[in-house]
Nanobody, 123 residues
C-alpha cells in the first residue's frame, strides 16, 4: 500500500508561485509513476503532470506547460510541483496519485490518491 500526503497549497495572487509537495510512504518498483491532478468546483478532475520516479521523466498538460515543473527527491519519497505564473483558472484542489507502469494524465489509471490541497489564485 502507498499513502500519499499533499501540502503547500494556499492563496496566491495572479502571477505568483507556489510549490506543492507530495510525500509518499514509499516509492515502490511497481507504483513508480506519480501524477498531479486538479479539480475545480463543478468541473471534472484533470491531469496536470506526471513524473517517473525511476528516471525523472516528466509530462505536462498543455495548459500548464512552461509554467509548472515537477521534480522528485527519491531519498525522501517526495515529489514536488513548482507552479509559476499562476492564473485564476489554476484555482482547484490539487491531488497527487500513484499508478503502475508508465506516466499518464488520465485519472482512471491511478490506484492510490492523496486527500488534496487547495490552491486559490485571486487578487
Amino acid at each position: 500500500q502507498v499513502q500519499l500526503v499533499e501540502s503547500g497549497g494556499g492563496l496566491v495572487q495572479p502571477g505568483g508561485s507556489l510549490r506543492l509537495s507530495c510525500a509518499a510512504s514509499r516509492f515502490t518498483s511497481n507504483y513508480r509513476a506519480i501524477g498531479w491532478f486538479r479539480q475545480a468546483p463543478g468541473k471534472e478532475r484533470e491531469g496536470v503532470s506526471c513524473i517517473r520516479t525511476n528516471d525523472g521523466t516528466t509530462y505536462y498538460a498543455d495548459s500548464v506547460k512552461g509554467r509548472f515543473t515537477m521534480s522528485t527527491d527519491n531519498a525522501k519519497n517526495t515529489v514536488f510541483l513548482q507552479m509559476n505564473s499562476l492564473k485564476p483558472e489554476d484555482t482547484a484542489v490539487y491531488f497527487c496519485a500513484a499508478r503502475v507502469g508508465a506516466c499518464s494524465l488520465s485519472t482512471g489509471s491511478y490506484f492510490y490518491w492523496g486527500q488534496g490541497t487547495q490552491v486559490t489564485v485571486s487578487s
